[in-house]
Protein backbone atom coordinates (compact mmCIF):
# COMPACT_ATOMS: atom_id res chain seq x y z
CA UNK A 1 0.00 0.00 0.00
CA UNK A 2 2.85 2.10 0.51
CA UNK A 3 4.35 1.77 -2.41
CA UNK A 4 1.31 2.59 -4.22
CA UNK A 5 1.13 5.89 -2.43
CA UNK A 6 4.70 6.33 -2.84
CA UNK A 7 4.15 5.61 -6.49
CA UNK A 8 1.36 7.51 -7.28
CA UNK A 9 3.25 11.14 -5.56
CA UNK A 10 5.66 10.69 -8.13
CA UNK A 11 3.17 10.44 -10.69
CA UNK A 12 1.08 13.77 -9.80
CA UNK A 13 5.13 14.93 -9.01
CA UNK A 14 5.92 14.16 -12.78
CA UNK A 15 2.40 15.29 -14.23
CA UNK A 16 3.00 18.67 -12.86
CA UNK A 17 6.64 19.35 -13.78
CA UNK A 18 5.62 18.19 -17.03
CA UNK A 19 2.96 20.42 -17.27
CA UNK A 20 5.37 23.54 -16.60
CA UNK A 21 7.82 22.41 -18.53
CA UNK A 22 5.67 22.54 -21.52
CA UNK A 23 4.44 26.40 -21.33
CA UNK A 24 8.02 26.87 -19.93
CA UNK A 25 9.33 26.05 -23.19
CA UNK A 26 6.50 27.53 -25.40
CA UNK A 27 7.37 30.48 -23.44
CA UNK A 28 11.62 29.83 -24.23
CA UNK A 29 9.81 30.31 -28.05
CA UNK A 30 9.64 26.24 -28.93
CA UNK A 31 7.15 25.32 -30.90
CA UNK A 32 4.72 22.73 -30.50
CA UNK A 33 6.57 20.55 -33.25
CA UNK A 34 10.11 20.91 -31.52
CA UNK A 35 8.67 20.52 -28.50
CA UNK A 36 7.40 16.72 -29.49
CA UNK A 37 10.48 16.01 -31.09
CA UNK A 38 12.13 16.58 -27.87
CA UNK A 39 9.86 14.34 -26.03
CA UNK A 40 9.86 11.58 -28.45
CA UNK A 41 13.75 11.44 -28.66
CA UNK A 42 13.82 11.27 -24.67
CA UNK A 43 11.05 8.80 -24.14
CA UNK A 44 13.32 6.18 -26.68
CA UNK A 45 15.61 6.63 -24.26
CA UNK A 46 13.60 5.09 -21.77
CA UNK A 47 10.85 6.24 -19.11
CA UNK A 48 13.24 6.68 -16.02
CA UNK A 49 15.84 8.80 -18.64
CA UNK A 50 12.87 10.62 -20.00
CA UNK A 51 11.59 11.65 -16.14
CA UNK A 52 15.08 12.51 -15.09
CA UNK A 53 14.78 15.01 -17.68
CA UNK A 54 11.44 16.56 -17.12
CA UNK A 55 12.29 17.20 -13.47
CA UNK A 56 15.93 18.19 -14.09
CA UNK A 57 14.40 20.98 -16.38
CA UNK A 58 11.72 21.45 -14.42
CA UNK A 59 13.76 22.00 -11.43
CA UNK A 60 16.33 24.46 -13.45
CA UNK A 61 13.53 26.40 -13.95
CA UNK A 62 12.16 26.66 -10.83
CA UNK A 63 15.24 27.94 -8.92
CA UNK A 64 15.96 30.78 -12.25
CA UNK A 65 12.33 31.80 -11.37
CA UNK A 66 10.89 30.00 -7.57
CA UNK A 67 7.22 31.56 -9.23
CA UNK A 68 6.67 28.74 -11.35
CA UNK A 69 5.33 31.52 -13.62
CA UNK A 70 6.87 30.65 -16.89
CA UNK A 71 9.60 33.31 -17.96
CA UNK A 72 9.19 34.69 -21.60
CA UNK A 73 12.73 35.00 -22.84
CA UNK A 74 11.81 35.32 -26.28
CA UNK A 75 10.25 38.81 -24.48
CA UNK A 76 11.18 39.77 -20.91
CA UNK A 77 14.50 38.39 -21.11
CA UNK A 78 15.14 39.03 -24.47
CA UNK A 79 14.24 42.69 -23.57
CA UNK A 80 16.36 43.33 -20.59
CA UNK A 81 19.71 42.19 -22.96
CA UNK A 82 18.91 44.11 -25.28
CA UNK A 83 18.70 47.00 -23.25
CA UNK A 84 21.93 45.92 -21.42
CA UNK A 85 23.95 45.10 -24.73
CA UNK A 86 22.82 48.96 -25.40
CA UNK A 87 23.53 50.67 -22.36
CA UNK A 88 26.55 48.84 -20.93
CA UNK A 89 28.33 46.61 -23.48
CA UNK A 90 31.87 48.90 -24.58
CA UNK A 91 33.14 50.04 -27.57
CA UNK A 92 36.18 48.99 -29.56
CA UNK A 93 37.90 52.36 -31.39
CA UNK A 94 38.11 52.00 -34.86
CA UNK A 95 41.32 51.28 -36.42
CA UNK A 96 42.32 51.18 -39.64
CA UNK A 97 45.70 49.69 -39.60
CA UNK A 98 47.16 46.26 -38.17
CA UNK A 99 47.96 43.08 -38.61
CA UNK A 100 45.94 41.04 -41.30
CA UNK A 101 43.64 38.91 -39.49
CA UNK A 102 41.79 35.57 -41.48
CA UNK A 103 38.81 34.55 -40.85
CA UNK A 104 38.36 31.07 -41.75
CA UNK A 105 34.80 30.01 -42.64
CA UNK A 106 34.59 26.33 -44.40
CA UNK A 107 30.67 25.83 -45.39
CA UNK A 108 28.62 23.18 -46.42
CA UNK A 109 25.15 23.09 -47.70
CA UNK A 110 24.29 26.33 -46.15
CA UNK A 111 21.37 28.12 -45.98
CA UNK A 112 21.03 31.07 -48.08
CA UNK A 113 20.04 33.02 -45.31
CA UNK A 114 22.62 32.17 -43.16
CA UNK A 115 25.52 32.55 -45.11
CA UNK A 116 24.57 35.65 -46.20
CA UNK A 117 24.43 36.74 -43.18
CA UNK A 118 27.75 35.11 -41.74
CA UNK A 119 29.52 37.01 -44.76
CA UNK A 120 27.81 40.39 -44.22
CA UNK A 121 28.91 40.31 -40.39
CA UNK A 122 32.69 39.84 -41.65
CA UNK A 123 32.05 42.97 -44.32
CA UNK A 124 30.68 45.09 -41.39
CA UNK A 125 33.42 44.82 -39.28
CA UNK A 126 34.93 47.91 -37.87
CA UNK A 127 38.39 46.69 -38.09
CA UNK A 128 39.26 46.19 -41.92
CA UNK A 129 42.40 44.90 -42.44
CA UNK A 130 40.86 41.18 -43.03
CA UNK A 131 40.53 38.53 -45.29
CA UNK A 132 37.51 35.72 -45.47
CA UNK A 133 38.75 32.22 -46.47
CA UNK A 134 35.87 30.14 -47.76
CA UNK A 135 36.33 26.46 -48.59
CA UNK A 136 33.02 24.75 -49.23
CA UNK A 137 32.99 21.24 -48.87
CA UNK A 138 31.49 19.99 -52.10
CA UNK A 139 27.58 21.89 -51.69
CA UNK A 140 25.12 20.46 -53.74
CA UNK A 141 22.67 23.28 -53.73
CA UNK A 142 23.39 25.77 -56.42
CA UNK A 143 22.60 29.04 -54.27
CA UNK A 144 25.82 28.69 -52.32
CA UNK A 145 27.99 28.28 -54.91
CA UNK A 146 25.83 31.64 -56.49
CA UNK A 147 26.15 33.61 -52.79
CA UNK A 148 30.28 32.78 -52.67
CA UNK A 149 30.76 34.27 -56.35
CA UNK A 150 28.50 36.95 -55.93
CA UNK A 151 30.47 37.98 -52.54
CA UNK A 152 33.75 37.10 -53.77
CA UNK A 153 33.26 39.32 -56.79
CA UNK A 154 31.97 42.28 -54.70
CA UNK A 155 34.89 42.19 -52.05
CA UNK A 156 38.17 41.26 -52.74
CA UNK A 157 38.90 40.28 -49.44
CA UNK A 158 36.87 37.77 -49.68
CA UNK A 159 38.42 34.30 -50.98
CA UNK A 160 36.69 31.55 -52.40
CA UNK A 161 37.75 27.41 -52.92
CA UNK A 162 35.37 24.89 -53.95
CA UNK A 163 35.98 21.26 -53.22
CA UNK A 164 34.61 18.58 -55.69
CA UNK A 165 34.06 15.92 -53.10
CA UNK A 166 33.06 15.94 -49.41
CA UNK A 167 36.03 15.92 -47.17
CA UNK A 168 34.12 16.68 -43.52
CA UNK A 169 34.70 19.87 -41.27
CA UNK A 170 38.24 19.07 -41.03
CA UNK A 171 39.15 18.84 -44.44
CA UNK A 172 37.33 21.68 -45.06
CA UNK A 173 39.11 24.04 -42.17
CA UNK A 174 42.31 22.88 -43.48
CA UNK A 175 42.29 23.56 -47.27
CA UNK A 176 40.99 27.46 -45.97
CA UNK A 177 43.94 27.13 -43.90
CA UNK A 178 45.90 26.98 -47.41
CA UNK A 179 44.35 30.55 -48.51
CA UNK A 180 45.00 32.13 -45.06
CA UNK A 181 47.75 34.42 -45.03
CA UNK A 182 47.31 36.69 -41.55
CA UNK A 183 48.90 36.33 -38.04
CA UNK A 184 45.55 34.84 -36.55
CA UNK A 185 43.29 32.58 -37.77
CA UNK A 186 39.68 33.28 -36.59
CA UNK A 187 36.95 30.76 -36.42
CA UNK A 188 33.49 31.43 -37.60
CA UNK A 189 30.93 28.61 -38.47
CA UNK A 190 29.30 29.03 -41.88
CA UNK A 191 25.74 30.24 -39.92
CA UNK A 192 26.77 32.62 -37.54
CA UNK A 193 27.78 36.03 -36.96
CA UNK A 194 30.70 38.09 -35.71
CA UNK A 195 30.00 41.56 -33.63
CA UNK A 196 30.74 44.24 -35.73
CA UNK A 197 33.72 44.50 -33.41
CA UNK A 198 35.10 41.48 -33.13
CA UNK A 199 38.14 42.18 -35.03
CA UNK A 200 39.24 45.30 -33.74
CA UNK A 201 39.03 43.43 -30.49
CA UNK A 202 41.11 40.91 -31.48
CA UNK A 203 43.67 42.86 -32.73
CA UNK A 204 43.84 45.10 -29.22
CA UNK A 205 44.44 41.80 -27.48
CA UNK A 206 47.54 40.64 -29.99
CA UNK A 207 50.55 41.11 -27.69
CA UNK A 208 53.63 40.39 -30.12
CA UNK A 209 54.34 37.01 -29.82
CA UNK A 210 53.05 36.05 -25.75
CA UNK A 211 49.39 35.88 -27.09
CA UNK A 212 48.91 32.49 -29.03
CA UNK A 213 44.65 31.90 -28.23
CA UNK A 214 42.16 34.76 -27.84
CA UNK A 215 39.07 33.86 -26.69
CA UNK A 216 35.76 35.72 -25.91
CA UNK A 217 32.46 35.72 -24.89
CA UNK A 218 29.70 35.33 -26.75
CA UNK A 219 25.77 35.19 -26.98
CA UNK A 220 23.33 33.54 -29.04
CA UNK A 221 20.66 34.37 -31.87
CA UNK A 222 17.32 32.76 -32.12
CA UNK A 223 15.65 32.06 -35.52
CA UNK A 224 14.63 35.80 -35.71
CA UNK A 225 18.19 37.17 -35.31
CA UNK A 226 17.35 37.95 -31.63
CA UNK A 227 20.12 38.24 -29.27
CA UNK A 228 20.12 36.35 -26.43
CA UNK A 229 21.54 33.61 -23.56
CA UNK A 230 24.77 35.17 -23.09
CA UNK A 231 27.70 33.91 -21.94
CA UNK A 232 30.00 35.55 -19.80
CA UNK A 233 33.14 33.03 -19.31
CA UNK A 234 36.13 33.64 -16.93
CA UNK A 235 39.73 33.98 -17.82
CA UNK A 236 41.79 30.91 -18.87
CA UNK A 237 40.46 27.91 -16.67
CA UNK A 238 42.43 24.82 -17.28
CA UNK A 239 40.11 22.46 -15.01
CA UNK A 240 37.29 23.79 -16.27
CA UNK A 241 38.60 23.43 -20.24
CA UNK A 242 38.99 19.97 -19.48
CA UNK A 243 35.41 19.59 -18.30
CA UNK A 244 33.56 21.40 -21.11
CA UNK A 245 34.97 23.06 -24.44
CA UNK A 246 33.79 26.18 -22.26
CA UNK A 247 35.86 28.32 -24.99
CA UNK A 248 32.86 28.24 -27.75
CA UNK A 249 33.08 31.14 -29.98
CA UNK A 250 35.25 33.60 -30.73
CA UNK A 251 38.03 31.70 -30.89
CA UNK A 252 41.20 33.21 -32.50
CA UNK A 253 44.60 30.92 -32.62
CA UNK A 254 48.17 32.12 -34.03
CA UNK A 255 48.44 30.22 -37.01
CA UNK A 256 52.19 29.58 -37.15
CA UNK A 257 50.86 27.64 -33.84
CA UNK A 258 48.15 25.52 -36.10
CA UNK A 259 50.85 24.47 -38.58
CA UNK A 260 53.28 23.24 -35.86
CA UNK A 261 50.82 21.02 -33.81
CA UNK A 262 49.44 19.38 -37.29
CA UNK A 263 46.69 21.30 -38.38
CA UNK A 264 42.75 19.79 -37.83
CA UNK A 265 42.40 16.21 -37.92
CA UNK A 266 39.73 14.50 -39.30
CA UNK A 267 39.30 11.88 -36.72
CA UNK A 268 37.71 14.37 -34.12
CA UNK A 269 35.54 15.79 -36.26
CA UNK A 270 32.40 17.59 -34.74
CA UNK A 271 35.43 18.32 -31.71
CA UNK A 272 37.82 19.45 -34.00
CA UNK A 273 38.31 22.96 -32.52
CA UNK A 274 38.77 21.25 -28.87
CA UNK A 275 41.09 18.82 -30.23
CA UNK A 276 42.96 21.37 -31.67
CA UNK A 277 43.72 24.23 -29.07
CA UNK A 278 43.77 21.06 -26.41
CA UNK A 279 47.26 20.24 -28.77
CA UNK A 280 48.27 23.90 -28.50
CA UNK A 281 47.90 23.83 -25.19
CA UNK A 282 49.62 20.80 -24.66
CA UNK A 283 52.85 22.72 -26.02
CA UNK A 284 52.77 25.61 -23.73
CA UNK A 285 50.26 27.94 -25.37
CA UNK A 286 49.35 31.39 -23.86
CA UNK A 287 45.80 32.03 -23.89
CA UNK A 288 43.81 36.01 -23.90
CA UNK A 289 40.45 35.75 -22.90
CA UNK A 290 38.70 39.60 -24.01
CA UNK A 291 35.35 40.29 -21.83
CA UNK A 292 32.88 40.93 -24.42
CA UNK A 293 30.29 38.93 -26.38
CA UNK A 294 32.34 38.89 -29.99
CA UNK A 295 30.19 36.36 -31.58
CA UNK A 296 26.55 35.37 -32.23
CA UNK A 297 26.02 31.64 -32.24
CA UNK A 298 22.92 30.67 -34.05
CA UNK A 299 20.03 28.80 -32.15
CA UNK A 300 18.50 26.37 -34.34
CA UNK A 301 17.13 22.70 -34.13
CA UNK A 302 20.27 21.61 -36.17
CA UNK A 303 22.79 23.00 -34.51
CA UNK A 304 24.35 22.65 -30.82
CA UNK A 305 23.71 26.12 -29.52
CA UNK A 306 19.80 25.10 -30.03
CA UNK A 307 19.79 21.44 -28.82
CA UNK A 308 22.89 19.82 -27.47
CA UNK A 309 22.12 16.42 -28.09
CA UNK A 310 21.87 17.02 -31.95
CA UNK A 311 25.15 15.68 -32.29
CA UNK A 312 26.24 12.81 -29.68
CA UNK A 313 29.16 12.01 -32.37
CA UNK A 314 30.97 15.39 -31.65
CA UNK A 315 30.61 14.48 -27.89
CA UNK A 316 32.51 10.91 -28.01
CA UNK A 317 34.87 13.02 -30.31
CA UNK A 318 35.88 15.37 -27.61
CA UNK A 319 36.80 13.15 -25.35
CA UNK A 320 38.76 11.33 -27.59
CA UNK A 321 40.84 14.25 -28.03
CA UNK A 322 40.48 15.25 -23.86
CA UNK A 323 42.28 11.57 -23.47
CA UNK A 324 45.03 11.96 -26.06
CA UNK A 325 45.35 15.29 -24.46
CA UNK A 326 45.59 13.70 -20.74
CA UNK A 327 48.08 10.70 -21.95
CA UNK A 328 50.44 13.24 -23.06
CA UNK A 329 50.12 16.07 -19.90
CA UNK A 330 48.70 13.81 -17.03
CA UNK A 331 49.54 10.23 -17.34
CA UNK A 332 47.40 7.97 -15.90
CA UNK A 333 44.51 10.30 -16.29
CA UNK A 334 41.52 8.81 -17.24
CA UNK A 335 38.57 11.37 -19.59
CA UNK A 336 34.97 10.03 -18.61
CA UNK A 337 31.78 11.58 -19.82
CA UNK A 338 29.98 13.90 -17.11
CA UNK A 339 26.70 13.48 -16.52
CA UNK A 340 25.42 16.06 -19.49
CA UNK A 341 26.27 16.36 -22.94
CA UNK A 342 29.91 17.59 -23.94
CA UNK A 343 30.98 17.61 -20.53
CA UNK A 344 33.55 15.45 -19.19
CA UNK A 345 35.03 13.53 -16.02
CA UNK A 346 38.78 14.12 -15.87
CA UNK A 347 39.99 11.05 -13.23
CA UNK A 348 43.56 11.69 -11.85
CA UNK A 349 45.79 8.67 -10.52
CA UNK A 350 46.71 8.93 -6.92
CA UNK A 351 50.36 8.08 -6.35
CA UNK A 352 50.93 5.76 -4.04
CA UNK A 353 52.09 7.45 -0.18
CA UNK A 354 55.09 5.54 1.49
CA UNK A 355 54.14 7.01 5.10
CA UNK A 356 50.62 4.71 4.05
CA UNK A 357 47.76 7.38 4.55
CA UNK A 358 46.49 9.38 1.87
CA UNK A 359 45.02 12.41 4.08
CA UNK A 360 44.60 13.93 7.87
CA UNK A 361 41.31 15.45 8.06
CA UNK A 362 41.43 18.12 10.58
CA UNK A 363 38.58 19.54 13.16
CA UNK A 364 38.72 21.97 15.09
CA UNK A 365 35.63 22.01 17.40
CA UNK A 366 34.04 23.61 20.84
CA UNK A 367 31.28 21.54 22.04
CA UNK A 368 28.40 21.26 19.84
CA UNK A 369 28.69 17.69 20.19
CA UNK A 370 25.44 17.21 18.26
CA UNK A 371 27.31 18.72 14.58
CA UNK A 372 30.40 16.69 15.50
CA UNK A 373 28.78 13.45 16.53
CA UNK A 374 27.10 14.06 13.00
CA UNK A 375 30.15 15.28 11.07
CA UNK A 376 32.28 11.99 12.14
CA UNK A 377 29.89 9.56 12.38
CA UNK A 378 28.67 10.38 9.09
CA UNK A 379 32.09 10.70 8.04
CA UNK A 380 32.83 6.87 8.98
CA UNK A 381 29.83 5.85 7.49
CA UNK A 382 29.48 7.27 4.17
CA UNK A 383 33.55 7.95 3.11
CA UNK A 384 34.81 5.36 0.88
CA UNK A 385 38.58 5.96 1.18
CA UNK A 386 40.56 3.82 4.02
CA UNK A 387 43.66 5.69 4.34
CA UNK A 388 43.20 8.21 6.21
CA UNK A 389 43.13 9.73 9.99
CA UNK A 390 40.78 11.78 11.82
CA UNK A 391 42.20 14.92 14.06
CA UNK A 392 40.25 16.74 16.48
CA UNK A 393 41.53 19.76 18.37
CA UNK A 394 39.07 20.70 20.88
CA UNK A 395 39.23 24.40 21.71
CA UNK A 396 37.90 24.74 25.13
CA UNK A 397 35.09 22.48 25.47
CA UNK A 398 33.35 22.49 28.83
CA UNK A 399 30.35 20.36 28.35
CA UNK A 400 30.55 17.21 30.10
CA UNK A 401 28.80 14.85 27.86
CA UNK A 402 31.80 16.34 25.04
CA UNK A 403 34.57 15.76 26.80
CA UNK A 404 33.29 12.31 27.89
CA UNK A 405 32.49 11.52 23.81
CA UNK A 406 35.86 12.89 22.50
CA UNK A 407 37.79 11.14 25.00
CA UNK A 408 35.59 7.83 23.99
CA UNK A 409 36.51 8.50 20.96
CA UNK A 410 39.96 9.09 21.27
CA UNK A 411 40.08 5.99 23.20
CA UNK A 412 38.50 3.40 20.82
CA UNK A 413 41.09 4.99 18.06
CA UNK A 414 38.82 6.37 15.63
CA UNK A 415 40.12 9.81 16.47
CA UNK A 416 43.40 11.74 17.77
CA UNK A 417 42.53 14.25 20.04
CA UNK A 418 44.59 17.49 20.48
CA UNK A 419 43.48 19.91 23.27
CA UNK A 420 44.32 23.35 22.70
CA UNK A 421 42.88 25.57 25.75
CA UNK A 422 43.81 28.85 24.15
CA UNK A 423 41.13 31.88 22.76
CA UNK A 424 39.69 31.38 19.62
CA UNK A 425 41.93 31.10 16.67
CA UNK A 426 41.19 29.65 13.17
CA UNK A 427 44.04 29.15 11.48
CA UNK A 428 46.55 28.67 15.31
CA UNK A 429 43.96 26.03 15.77
CA UNK A 430 44.41 24.72 12.18
CA UNK A 431 48.29 24.48 11.97
CA UNK A 432 48.48 23.12 15.20
CA UNK A 433 46.75 20.25 14.14
CA UNK A 434 48.81 20.04 10.94
CA UNK A 435 52.31 20.11 12.50
CA UNK A 436 51.39 16.59 13.71
CA UNK A 437 49.53 15.21 10.77
CA UNK A 438 50.56 11.91 9.03
CA UNK A 439 49.06 12.12 6.05
CA UNK A 440 50.32 13.56 2.27
CA UNK A 441 47.27 15.54 1.90
CA UNK A 442 45.59 18.12 4.79
CA UNK A 443 41.76 18.37 4.62
CA UNK A 444 40.90 21.43 6.89
CA UNK A 445 36.86 20.48 7.67
CA UNK A 446 34.24 22.14 10.12
CA UNK A 447 32.27 20.51 12.88
CA UNK A 448 29.00 21.19 10.76
CA UNK A 449 29.71 19.43 7.82
CA UNK A 450 27.42 16.09 7.31
CA UNK A 451 29.24 13.83 4.51
CA UNK A 452 26.70 12.55 2.16
CA UNK A 453 29.33 11.35 -1.02
CA UNK A 454 31.12 8.62 -0.73
CA UNK A 455 33.82 9.52 -3.43
CA UNK A 456 34.16 13.29 -1.47
CA UNK A 457 37.46 12.20 -0.29
CA UNK A 458 38.96 10.69 -2.88
CA UNK A 459 38.50 13.50 -5.21
CA UNK A 460 39.90 15.99 -3.19
CA UNK A 461 42.62 14.03 -2.64
CA UNK A 462 43.29 13.52 -6.46
CA UNK A 463 43.44 16.59 -7.05
CA UNK A 464 45.54 17.84 -4.12
CA UNK A 465 48.20 15.31 -4.87
CA UNK A 466 48.74 17.41 -8.80
CA UNK A 467 51.74 18.91 -8.94
CA UNK A 468 49.95 21.69 -10.70
CA UNK A 469 47.25 22.19 -7.75
CA UNK A 470 46.78 24.33 -4.30
CA UNK A 471 43.77 24.23 -2.90
CA UNK A 472 40.94 22.75 -3.91
CA UNK A 473 37.57 22.15 -2.03
CA UNK A 474 34.01 20.79 -2.63
CA UNK A 475 30.29 21.70 -3.26
CA UNK A 476 28.58 22.33 -0.21
CA UNK A 477 24.83 22.42 0.60
CA UNK A 478 22.71 23.63 2.96
CA UNK A 479 20.54 21.41 4.62
CA UNK A 480 17.63 22.32 1.81
CA UNK A 481 19.84 21.00 -0.39
CA UNK A 482 20.51 24.63 -2.05
CA UNK A 483 24.22 25.59 -2.69
CA UNK A 484 26.05 27.05 -0.23
CA UNK A 485 29.94 26.83 -1.88
CA UNK A 486 30.87 26.80 -5.77
CA UNK A 487 33.82 28.51 -5.40
CA UNK A 488 34.62 31.76 -3.64
CA UNK A 489 34.82 35.06 -5.96
CA UNK A 490 37.18 37.66 -4.93
CA UNK A 491 34.68 40.97 -4.75
CA UNK A 492 31.74 39.75 -4.98
CA UNK A 493 29.43 41.86 -2.35
CA UNK A 494 32.90 43.80 -1.42
CA UNK A 495 35.13 41.74 -0.16
CA UNK A 496 34.57 38.48 -1.19
CA UNK A 497 31.76 35.76 -1.31
CA UNK A 498 30.30 32.17 -2.51
CA UNK A 499 29.07 32.33 -5.82
CA UNK A 500 25.70 30.46 -6.52
CA UNK A 501 24.58 30.96 -3.56
CA UNK A 502 21.08 29.61 -2.71
CA UNK A 503 21.12 27.99 -5.89
CA UNK A 504 20.12 24.75 -6.58
CA UNK A 505 23.03 22.25 -7.86
CA UNK A 506 21.85 21.62 -11.36
CA UNK A 507 23.80 21.87 -14.77
CA UNK A 508 22.23 25.66 -15.53
CA UNK A 509 24.71 28.13 -17.95
CA UNK A 510 22.98 31.01 -17.37
CA UNK A 511 25.29 33.95 -17.67
CA UNK A 512 28.41 32.73 -16.55
CA UNK A 513 29.07 28.75 -16.01
CA UNK A 514 27.34 26.17 -15.15
CA UNK A 515 27.39 25.93 -11.04
CA UNK A 516 28.22 22.08 -11.13
CA UNK A 517 31.16 22.01 -13.98
CA UNK A 518 34.64 22.08 -12.13
CA UNK A 519 36.68 24.91 -12.33
CA UNK A 520 39.57 27.37 -11.08
CA UNK A 521 39.11 29.60 -8.54
CA UNK A 522 40.96 32.39 -6.75
CA UNK A 523 39.94 30.54 -3.57
CA UNK A 524 37.52 27.71 -1.53
CA UNK A 525 35.90 28.32 2.02
CA UNK A 526 38.03 26.74 4.90
CA UNK A 527 34.52 24.86 5.72
CA UNK A 528 36.27 22.27 3.12
CA UNK A 529 39.49 22.25 1.92
CA UNK A 530 42.43 20.17 1.00
CA UNK A 531 45.89 20.73 0.18
CA UNK A 532 49.02 18.81 -0.40
CA UNK A 533 51.07 19.17 3.05
CA UNK A 534 54.37 19.98 1.64
CA UNK A 535 52.35 22.49 -0.30
CA UNK A 536 50.90 23.84 3.08
CA UNK A 537 54.56 23.71 4.44
CA UNK A 538 56.34 25.50 2.09
CA UNK A 539 53.63 28.28 1.57
CA UNK A 540 54.04 28.87 5.57
CA UNK A 541 50.71 27.25 6.44
CA UNK A 542 48.11 29.59 7.55
CA UNK A 543 48.10 33.30 8.71
CA UNK A 544 47.80 33.56 12.22
CA UNK A 545 47.10 37.03 12.25
CA UNK A 546 43.63 36.32 10.94
CA UNK A 547 41.52 35.40 14.12
CA UNK A 548 38.23 34.07 12.63
CA UNK A 549 38.21 34.12 9.13
CA UNK A 550 39.40 35.43 5.74
CA UNK A 551 43.10 33.44 6.58
CA UNK A 552 41.07 30.41 4.06
CA UNK A 553 41.09 32.76 0.97
CA UNK A 554 44.63 34.41 1.77
CA UNK A 555 46.01 30.93 1.54
CA UNK A 556 44.80 30.07 -2.05
CA UNK A 557 46.01 33.50 -2.72
CA UNK A 558 49.48 32.93 -2.02
CA UNK A 559 49.02 29.54 -3.84
CA UNK A 560 47.37 31.18 -6.66
CA UNK A 561 50.47 33.76 -6.44
CA UNK A 562 53.23 30.84 -6.93
CA UNK A 563 51.63 29.28 -10.00
CA UNK A 564 49.18 26.80 -8.61
CA UNK A 565 45.68 26.53 -9.68
CA UNK A 566 43.53 26.37 -7.04
CA UNK A 567 40.32 24.07 -8.10
CA UNK A 568 36.56 23.80 -7.09
CA UNK A 569 34.95 20.06 -7.53
CA UNK A 570 32.11 19.87 -7.57
CA UNK A 571 31.85 16.03 -7.66
CA UNK A 572 32.42 15.74 -3.78
CA UNK A 573 29.64 16.97 -2.63
CA UNK A 574 28.51 17.74 1.43
CA UNK A 575 26.10 19.32 3.63
CA UNK A 576 27.09 22.20 5.59
CA UNK A 577 25.10 22.84 8.29
CA UNK A 578 25.71 26.38 8.55
CA UNK A 579 22.23 29.44 8.49
CA UNK A 580 22.17 31.12 5.25
CA UNK A 581 22.86 34.64 6.09
CA UNK A 582 26.05 35.02 8.94
CA UNK A 583 25.95 38.02 11.49
CA UNK A 584 29.23 39.83 10.08
CA UNK A 585 29.59 41.67 14.14
CA UNK A 586 31.08 38.36 14.86
CA UNK A 587 33.76 38.84 12.75
CA UNK A 588 36.85 40.76 14.47
CA UNK A 589 38.03 44.34 13.07
CA UNK A 590 41.34 43.21 12.65
CA UNK A 591 40.39 40.35 10.04
CA UNK A 592 38.82 42.86 7.89
CA UNK A 593 41.83 44.94 7.91
CA UNK A 594 43.99 41.99 7.27
CA UNK A 595 41.19 40.81 4.43
CA UNK A 596 41.69 44.28 2.58
CA UNK A 597 45.06 44.06 2.54
CA UNK A 598 45.52 40.39 1.45
CA UNK A 599 42.89 40.46 -0.91
CA UNK A 600 44.53 43.44 -3.22
CA UNK A 601 44.07 43.77 -5.47
CA UNK A 602 41.34 41.64 -7.11
CA UNK A 603 38.44 42.67 -4.26
CA UNK A 604 38.51 46.29 -6.28
CA UNK A 605 39.79 45.30 -9.66
CA UNK A 606 38.02 42.39 -10.12
CA UNK A 607 38.73 38.39 -9.95
CA UNK A 608 39.86 36.86 -13.39
CA UNK A 609 37.97 33.38 -13.04
CA UNK A 610 34.52 35.65 -12.74
CA UNK A 611 33.66 38.19 -15.78
CA UNK A 612 33.28 42.09 -15.14
CA UNK A 613 30.03 42.18 -17.02
CA UNK A 614 28.08 40.24 -14.12
CA UNK A 615 27.20 42.15 -10.78
CA UNK A 616 29.40 42.18 -8.14
CA UNK A 617 26.41 42.76 -5.74
CA UNK A 618 24.60 39.22 -6.06
CA UNK A 619 26.25 35.79 -5.76
CA UNK A 620 23.55 34.82 -8.53
CA UNK A 621 25.37 35.31 -11.78
CA UNK A 622 23.39 38.76 -13.22
CA UNK A 623 23.79 41.10 -15.53
CA UNK A 624 26.31 44.18 -14.55
CA UNK A 625 23.51 47.01 -13.24
CA UNK A 626 23.82 50.23 -15.34
CA UNK A 627 26.23 52.97 -13.59
Known sequence: MNQRISLLKKLRALQSAGRRSYYQARADGLSRWQIMVRVLRNVMRGPRF??????????????????????????????????????????????????????????CETPQEFLREAIASVRAQSYSNWE?????????????????????AADPRIIVMKGGARGGISAASNEALKIARGKFVVLLDHDDLLHPDALAAVMAAMDGD???????????????????????????????????????????????????????????????????????????????????VLYHWRQHAGSTAGNADSKPYAHHAGRAALQRYLDKVYPGAIARDGVNSF??????????????????IIIPTRDGLDLLRTCISSLKKV????????????????????LRWLEDMAGSGVIKLIRADV?????????????????????????DIEIIDPEWLSRLVEHALRTDVGVCGPLLLYGDMTIQHAGVVLGLGGWADHVFKGMQPLHIQSNYVSPIMRR??????????????????????????????????????????????????????????????????????GDFEQSERAYAPFRTEGDPYYNENLDYLSCVPQLRKQH
Open 50 to 107: FSRRVMAFDQAKLAANPSGTPIQKGLDGFEAYRSWTVTQEPRVALREHGELISVLMPT
Open 343 to 360: CYDVRYPVPQDSRGIDSS
Open 210 to 292: KTDIIYSDHDCIDESSRRKFPFFKPDWSPDLFLSQMYLGHLVAIRRDLIHEVGLFDSSMDGAQDYDLILRCIAGGAEVHHISR
Open 132 to 152: LCIYDDASSAQHVHDILQEEA
Open 423 to 447: PFNWSYLNNLAAEQARGDVLVFLNN
Open 520 to 589: NVLAVTGACMAIEAKKFDALGGFDESFQVCGSDVELCLRAYRRGLLNVYVPEARLIHHESKTRDPRDIPA
Open 383 to 402: TDAARYELIVVDNGSKEIAT
